[in-house]
């Protein structure tokens, strides 16, 4: 089991930037690919990010690539997703999830946070 705890949400004017951490507890954390989706009201959840178990490759959606990087701090059990240059239509709920493949698909993904809000206003 993977436990995984969201934080950093918040309320932000458009063009500003935020903060995402994900902090992952249980079985090591090193061995999977993490991944940032989100979800707007009456939306399906849809894919935001990935960065492989082993630092070498990230992905992003083509509505973020550019203003959002994903990272990880293998040593603190973290996922980051720093987002600049927000837009009202980045407003979500955020989740972080794992996996043990470097997909942007996410049933396969099988662990998954309780997600965090993010809401930009214009």
């Known amino acids: 089991q993977v436990q995984l705890v969201e934080s950093g949400g918040g309320l932000v004017q458009a063009g500003g930037s935020l903060r995402l951490s994900c902090a992952a507890s249980?079985?090591?954390?090193?061995?999977?690919?993490m991944g940032w989706f989100r979800q707007a009201p009456g939306k399906e959840r849809e894919f935001v990010a990935t960065?492989?178990?082993?630092?070498?490759?990230?992905y992003y959606a083509s509505s973020v690539k550019g203003r959002f990087t994903i990272s990880r701090d293998d040593a603190k059990n973290t996922v980051y997703l720093q987002m600049n240059s927000l837009k009202p239509e980045d407003t979500a709920v955020y989740y972080c999830?794992?996996?043990?493949?470097?997909?942007?698909?996410?049933?396969?993904?099988?662990?998954w946070g309780q997600g965090t809000q993010v809401t930009v206003s214009s």
């Open positions: 999830a794992a996996s043990p493949q470097f997909t942007d698909v996410p049933r396969l993904y099988g662990y």
């Open positions: 249980g079985r090591p954390f090193s061995s999977y690919a």
């Open positions: 960065i492989s178990w082993n630092y070498i490759n990230t």
